[in-house]
């Protein structure tokens, strides 16, 4: 049996002038995979709920079965399209994920996490699994590596503890980490999947590397990534482990879905991946990875998450500090005499130093205990993990 499966990143940020030609390229996308002969399709950055509505439309006579994770308070991003039954969805949250203050970020307002379908491929259960992991920004200084490692980490434990049931499995997304990365490096070795473009027996892709981001190619790649990334970088993914007694060869692992026809755009700022897929029942011996590499991944994560919870207890003291600040400074224009006209500006600037005050008490006492947990959960559970594995 052949499975055609495609995952692209829509860059769909519902913020204007900030997200260039939405509109259009949502349309396009969903003409093109209508017309396509896809099984399944994975998308992510789907944040706006017209922009699922309009997929649905162009896609819905190819792709009859949808679905949608919602999850934040902007949506999840994900949702995926199957020309086949959908039998079940699940979705597992990612704790932590960054920080409500970083609002140029906003990866925290969506509730980022993993989905899970199963589907029902003419007698063959297969489970998606999509995914849009928190993005690195400053790669010298990145300072959600720790969130990013225990999030990489929760989707590899997540998937070895569901995955049991199905025939074939695939992680589809935009997992914003490089294949030299730890948290790639942790997926595919504890989550034992393979990665579609390393084992395809061909491709029809221009690009030997199969980069997807930040490509010279692509109309939104600025001239300031070209000079960082000239050749682009691979971070969109499909990821694959077969079942017992399945054997999985990839046909081929292609990018596409490049510029739109008859338009000066791309289709988004990411290239799309497409893979087709022979299944078999029959029995196939794999190569599983060692323990002592599962073993190294892991010392490294729990050393980088330590980073992280020291970085959260430098964030507490700052946000303590602050609070008192603000408190000291409302307190001492509260009891000098300002003249008039200028005490309308005092009283205005008390009331945003109160405001502030109150933001610092909530990063203490609930933003910040919320990462310290989320980032503790993680720690215990690579080390419970690393324990049994000496």
């Not at 969903?30 to 099984?39: A, F, I, L, N, Q």
Request: hydrophobic letters at 35%.
């Amino acid at each position: 049996m052949k499975i055609k499966v495609l995952t692209l990143n829509c860059w769909g940020v519902p913020v204007p002038f900030v997200c260039k030609n939405r509109k259009e390229r949502f349309l396009a996308i969903g003409t093109e995979v209508g017309k396509s002969s896809y099984d399944i399709v994975a998308f992510q950055e789907v944040w706006h709920k017209g922009d699922f509505e309009i997929l649905k439309r162009n896609i819905g006579d190819t792709l009859p079965y949808s679905h949608y994770f919602y999850s934040g308070s902007i949506g999840s991003g994900l949702c995926l399209f199957s020309k086949h039954p959908i039998l079940e969805t699940l979705y597992h949250r990612f704790d932590p994920n960054g920080y409500c203050h970083k609002i140029q970020h906003g990866d925290w307002f969506g509730g980022k996490g993993l989905g899970l379908a199963k589907i029902d491929v003419s007698g063959t259960i297969v489970h998606l699994y999509i995914t849009h992991i928190h993005a690195e920004y400053n790669r010298e200084r990145d300072e959600y590596r720790a969130h990013r490692i225990c999030q990489a980490f929760s989707s590899s434990q997540f998937i070895k503890y569901t995955s049991n049931g199905a025939h074939v499995s695939f992680l589809c997304g935009d997992l914003n980490f490089e294949p030299v990365d730890l948290g790639y490096k942790m997926i595919c070795c504890n989550g034992t999947l393979k990665d579609a473009w390393l084992e395809k027996q061909s491709t029809q892709s221009e690009d030997k590397e199969g980069n997807t981001s930040d490509c010279p190619s692509n109309s939104y790649s600025g001239n300031n990534k070209r000079d960082k990334y000239p050749h682009g970088k691979r971070i969109d993914y499909i990821l694959y482990k077969a079942g017992e007694g399945i054997s999985v060869e990839i046909e081929d692992c292609s990018l596409t879905l490049g510029r739109v026809p008859g338009k000066p755009f791309s289709y988004s700022d990411h290239e799309a991946v497409e893979a087709t897929i022979t299944v078999d029942k029959k029995e196939q011996k794999e190569n599983k990875q060692e323990d002592q590499d599962l073993s190294a991944l892991l010392q490294e994560s729990v050393s980088i998450v330590d980073s992280g919870l020291q970085s959260t207890r430098t964030n507490s003291r700052f946000f303590i500090a602050f609070s008192v600040l603000c408190l000291a400074l409302a307190y001492f224009i509260s009891v000098i005499h300002i003249p008039y006209p200028l005490d309308y500006f005092v009283t205005f600037f008390k009331l945003l130093l109160i405001l502030s005050m109150g933001f610092g008490i909530s990063q203490f006492l609930i933003m910040i205990r919320s990462e310290v947990h989320g980032l503790e959960a993680g720690r215990l559970d690579m080390k419970n993990l690393l324990q049994n594995l000496k």
